[in-house]
């Protein structure tokens, strides 16, 4: 049996799962926005945002596939 997290790592995921989904959609939106007006995004940003779009669906990805095989 599992022992149960504590409280305060409790809030931290719950946090997480908000900021995460907030910054990521903040990041996309702006990039996409630069891009729709023809601005000159720098490749810092461009690595950014795209690096947290792929982190963010490649570490969910891989806890489902890793939660399957168990």
């Not at 409790?10 to 995460?20: D, K, M, P, Q, V």
């Not at 601005?39 to 806890?63: C, E, M, Q």
Request: aromatic residues 18%; hydrophobic residues 45%; glycine residues 6%.
């Amino acid at each position: 049996m599992k022992d149960k997290e504590p409280l305060s790592e409790g809030a931290t995921n719950i946090l997480r799962s908000f900021t995460r989904h907030a910054l990521t959609l903040f990041g996309l939106v702006s990039w996409v926005m630069l891009f729709a007006n023809d601005y000159d995004i720098p490749p810092a940003f461009t690595w950014l945002v795209w690096g947290t779009v792929v982190w963010w669906f490649g570490d969910r990805s891989y806890f489902k596939i890793k939660a399957r095989k168990q």
